[in-house]
């Protein structure tokens, strides 16, 4: 046997460990970022857990956008589902306990992203942007209308959940509703890297690229833009669930316009079609919005909106993204 032959299954074994190596490289830096934001901003937790929150929120509108190619403004609707849902659950119905407010709110997320996907997908480019912003705004005047269970335009309050595992109860310090929602980050991170690393996750990228082709081999464009968008209402959910558990309130806002848009410009500015980037972009724009409108409370909008026209003229494949191109051409220009 040549020493070819015997080297052979051991390069093909090495790009089979690589993702799951990358993985872990990826879950050891949420870690180390977490325990850095637990230790050196004691007392920005709350605002940590919203950052959370709205990451699962542009995590899952990447799934639908990024990895399968639609265009929708409406994702705060599956978010707002989820959140609703758990504070519900809660209120009227005494379910406090986190992890099953958690499971209810994913639940909802995904039974409003079945109905809100089935009737975008109906359409195509503008009419998809159109569609998506009449879901938000249903989504949000039935939430008001129902004022008997959401508390209408005052908010849905009272929501009081039990200590995690009957042990660590939630303090208004937020350390117990940080640690909780990094463990669900990292939970839904893992799955949603097997996910998309999977099968079903190559062929959302390639209805993404050529529909036509896709539908042509015999797969199922709409049936499997559906099932996407249902896994991302499940991940919006969860991160619904874990500000209805984090703040104890469930307002309108989460139901607004304003949180969908302010998810995709996250999403374009850390780069779409990426984990990573939803990550970054999300970090990237709530952290910087949050120093720049403590600093200039008159004028923070203006310097938002010119870093992210810097963003999209000089990285448009969005920070991560440009990034990792970047490295890419140093790394090849050394070998």
Known sequence: MSATEISAPFEQAKPMRRPWQRDLAGVLIIGVAAVAGYFLFPDNLALLTRIIAIMLLVLSLDLVTGYCGVATLGHAALFGAGAYAAG????????TEPLSMVAIGAIAGAVAGLVSGVVILRGHGLAQLVLSIAVIHLFHEAANKASTYTGGSDGLSGIAPDPVFGLFAFDLWGRTAYVFGIGLLILVFVLLRILVRSPFGTLCRGIR?????VSAMGASVKASLIKMYVISGAVAGVGGALNAVST?????????FTNSAEALVMLVLGGAGSLYGALVGTIVFMWFEHVVSAANPFHWLTIVGALLIAVVLFAPKGLYGTAVTLMKRFIGSRQ
């Open 88 to 95: 519900i659950a809660a209120v009227t119905f005494g379910i």
């Open 209 to 213: 690229q050529d529909p036509i082709r």
């Open 248 to 256: 104890q309130v469930v307002g309108l806002d989460s139901l607004s």
